[in-house]
């Protein structure tokens, strides 16, 4: 199957029909100890460093939990059997083998053990340069649960970097912050997209996600500094207007009585940003349901559907002209790219009429958007290149921030106390007022209940890459063509790395200290990636997610509906509910507090956009 970073498209061997069974002797291998042992270690009682069974939760019904203790519970069945599946070696490949057998054999019949290692070099060659943990097998009977959870069983068991054999496909997948960050950023050229560029093709060409190469270079250079802070500081106004329509939906449901699908209202009000800052076009999608914001939903949905497709159907040529399915996505693309055609030719308009010189921090107070910035400096009108570009940060930008709203909401329905923290800080910081860019500073513990939420509900969950040169991966030689999944579900979750892993506290991100990133987190935290490829909408993001969190939680409570269906992940482009987050939204009764305001001087959190400059000194 695949599953994208913004559609990270991880070709997943969920469908893929395989024998499942490896009938050899059962070999746990640990990757703690040295490999090149030869005895069987199992560490499904103890391993150092990682506890088993950890929790992972992620479950509610009616507003409470199913205890996870209870043998019943399905989620912790779900694991229980997948944990005994993985002890039964089904996923462990045998390391022995004939040679190795034959080896033994001959020794034990008294052969000299230097004629051996003459006969069997290459053997002796594997244990210098140590072999990858291999699990194989089928997950057929977990196809119905988010494929990172099988990977995170998976990594409890063989550790930092195994390699997952499914038939004729394999994968490396990496839970290791040294190697994630040589993969990311220490060897970063070594590497690119893989298969996450081809399956994004239809949509976003080569735009800068899926871009390798000079084509990327140039792309990141020109884009990036679209994003300064004048222009971040502007979008804090458009953050604050697009969530007030959401108030004021959520305000009539209040008044009515109804309860409230919030991840498809999260989607929409991303949307509506996204729109206006990438293009300056209101898609008005929390009022509206225009055709082209269902095209916007048609194209998404394709591209989450070919990530989980076992046959890449698309690809038979005939098949785009019979396919209903084919043809409506091809509309749908058709509109899209006349709409974006539209916006272009208005904004270039704009542009030839405006006297405004461009400079390092241009903007047009009017028209604040990328796509004028792009077009001011120079870009080229007619090029695909910079409609891949646009169609790319809309779908980069929009479902990843509504996922990290939805996982908010629901982390906070589940822990009244953080909810009540977070509720004082912003009636102490905002009163009843817009925020403004200087209360970015001062929304802390906002801030730190983002950073959390990002942890425990990375969005996405596993970042792509394909080997385009051979390297060494910790110890391990590993070749070019190497389809390789940075798992960050189990960097953030890792027992070894963290205290209370599976726990939601805001609390571990001390209040004063830095914005948590990859780099000072060194690479066990990934909410936005690390190296050259870094989201470039970083503090964009950051900044709409507290925006929004800040002004709904002024205004409401929110709890899990009663009689809601149980909140279960499934993954697509991000990590999405299965059926939705079904909330009960109450007004507070409690006025906020008016605080008479002292402004300081707003100073840039450094951290949030450093690594975005140290990106850009990387591409030159
Ligand atoms: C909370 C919201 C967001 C999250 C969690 C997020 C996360 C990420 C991550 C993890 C990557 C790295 C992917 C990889 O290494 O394979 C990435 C890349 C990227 N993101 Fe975001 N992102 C968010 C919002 C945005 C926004 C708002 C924009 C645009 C305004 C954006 C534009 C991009 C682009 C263009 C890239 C590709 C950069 C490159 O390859 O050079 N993202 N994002």
Redesign the pocket.
């Known amino acids: 199957m695949t599953m994208a970073?913004?559609f990270a498209v991880f070709h997943s061997p969920v469908p893929v029909p395989i024998s499942t069974q490896c009938h050899h002797k059962q070999f746990h291998y640990n990757p703690l100890k040295p490999s090149s042992s030869s005895s069987s270690y199992s560490i499904f009682t103890t391993q150092k460093g990682f506890s088993r069974s950890p929790v992972i939760t992620c479950s509610s019904s009616n507003g409470t939990d199913p205890d996870p203790d209870d043998v019943n519970n399905p989620e912790r069945k779900r694991r229980a059997q997948l944990s005994a599946r993985i002890a039964s070696g089904e996923f462990t490949v045998q390391q022995s083998g004939f040679p190795f057998a034959f080896k033994k054999t001959l020794l034990n019949l008294g052969l000299p053990e230097q004629f051996l290692h003459f006969l069997f070099g290459r053997e002796d060659g594997r244990r210098q340069n140590p072999v990858i943990p291999e699990a194989k097998g089928s997950i057929k009977a977990i196809r119905s649960e988010a494929f990172f959870i099988p990977l995170y069983e998976l990594y409890l068991t063989y550790g930092g970097i195994f390699r997952l054999t499914f038939g004729p496909k394999s994968f490396l997948i990496v839970s290791d912050p040294s190697i994630a960050k040589h993969i990311?950023k220490d060897n970063s050229k070594a590497y690119s997209?893989g298969i996450l560029a081809e399956i994004l093709d239809f949509v976003m060409g080569k735009g800068?996600?899926p871009a390798d190469g000079e084509i990327?270079r140039v792309r990141?250079r020109a884009?990036v500094p679209a994003?300064h802070l004048k222009y971040v500081a502007a979008m804090i106004n458009l953050f604050g207007q697009a969530t007030e329509r959401l108030c004021n939906k959520l305000d009539a449901a209040a008044s009515d009585g109804e309860d409230v699908e919030m991840e498809s209202l999260f989607s929409r009000l991303t949307l509506d940003i996204?729109g206006k800052?990438?293009f300056n076009y209101d898609f008005d999608c929390l009022t509206n349901d225009t055709g082209i914001v269902e095209a916007v939903y048609t194209v998404l949905r394709e591209a989450e559907d070919r990530s989980v497709a076992p046959i890449p159907v698309w690809e038979i040529p005939i098949w785009k002209d019979i396919s209903p399915r084919q043809r409506k996505v091809a509309s749908a693309l058709k509109l899209i790219n006349d709409t974006l055609d539209d916006l272009i030719s208005i904004c270039k308009r704009m542009v030839d009429e405006e006297e405004l010189q461009f400079h390092e921090e241009y903007m047009n107070e009017k028209d604040p958007s990328i796509l004028h910035f792009l077009l001011a400096s120079g870009d080229d009108v007619s090029s695909k290149q910079l409609r891949d570009d646009l169609m790319?940060?809309l779908i980069?930008?929009h479902e990843?921030?509504a996922a990290?709203l939805t996982w908010t909401f629901y982390l906070l329905s589940k822990e009244p106390s953080v909810m009540s923290k977070l509720q004082e800080e912003v009636d102490s910081v905002l009163g009843d007022r817009f925020p403004s860019i200087e209360d970015m500073k001062k929304l802390k513990y906002t801030t730190r209940v983002i950073n959390e939420s990002?942890r425990l509900y990375p969005?996405?969950p596993v970042?792509?890459r394909r080997s385009i040169e051979d390297d060494v991966l910790g110890e391990y030689p590993i070749k070019r063509g190497e389809d390789i999944f940075i798992s960050v579900w189990n960097l953030h979750r890792s027992p070894k790395l963290w205290d209370d892993a599976d726990k939601f506290v805001p609390e571990r991100w001390a209040l004063d200290g830095p914005n948590p990133n990859e780099t000072n987190q060194n690479f066990r935290y990934?909410?936005?990636?690390g190296g050259?490829?870094?989201?470039?909408?970083?503090m964009?993001?950051s900044y709409?997610?507290v925006v929004a969190l800040a002004m709904l939680v002024r205004r409401f409570n929110f709890q899990i509906a009663l009689g809601a269906p149980p909140v279960e992940m499934t993954t697509g482009a991000t990590i999405h509910t299965t059926q939705g987050l079904k909330m009960t939204v109450t007004r507070r009764m409690k006025p906020p507090v008016v605080p008479s305001l002292q402004m300081a001087n707003f100073e840039v959190d450094s951290s949030l956009s450093l690594s975005d400059k140290d990106a850009v000194s990387q591409t030159k």
């Open positions: 970073p913004h990311l997209k800068l996600i990327w990141r884009i994003l996204i800052a990438v790319t940060m980069a930008g990843t921030s990290v990002l969005q996405p970042l792509i990934l909410p936005f990636g050259p490829r870094k989201c470039v909408g970083d964009f993001a709409e997610t």
